[in-house]
């Protein structure tokens, strides 16, 4: 059964950085390498939004609202797809989701919240 784990969220002042992180520790490495993964973010009131995807195909992509400040990556040995998020703002509160998609197969993780005070 396919397990997505997310942790990293919390409170942080304007100007700092947090670090999510997803976790697939029921996938095997071969599905891993191959899915599309992204972090997606909504804020209350708003419509979910694309912050970052990584594809084994095109790479990495940013909003450009965070372009130049958050970093996604992966790291296929342990099963799992970071975002790394520096200089935020407030912004960019709101709760954060991963989401994989392997071979029209998608599924969403849980959501953390990430909360920026200005």
């Known amino acids: 059964q396919l397990r997505l784990v997310e942790s990293g969220g919390g409170l942080v002042q304007a100007g700092g950085s947090l670090r999510l992180s997803c976790a697939f520790p029921?996938?095997?490495?071969?599905?891993?390498?191959?899915?599309?993964m992204a972090w997606y973010r909504q804020a209350p009131g708003k419509d979910r939004e694309l912050v970052a995807a990584?594809?084994?195909?095109?790479?990495?992509d940013y909003a450009d609202s965070v372009k130049g400040r958050f970093t996604i990556s992966k790291d296929n040995r342990k099963r799992t797809m970071y975002l790394q998020m520096d200089s935020l703002l407030a912004e960019d509160t709101a709760v954060y989701y991963c989401?994989?998609?392997?071979?029209?197969?998608?599924?969403w993780g849980q959501g953390t919240q990430v909360t920026v005070s200005s």
């Open positions: 989401y994989r998609n392997f071979r029209g197969q998608t599924n």
């Open positions: 029921t996938t095997i490495l071969s599905t891993f390498s191959g899915m599309d």
């Open positions: 990584i594809t084994p195909d095109r790479g990495t």
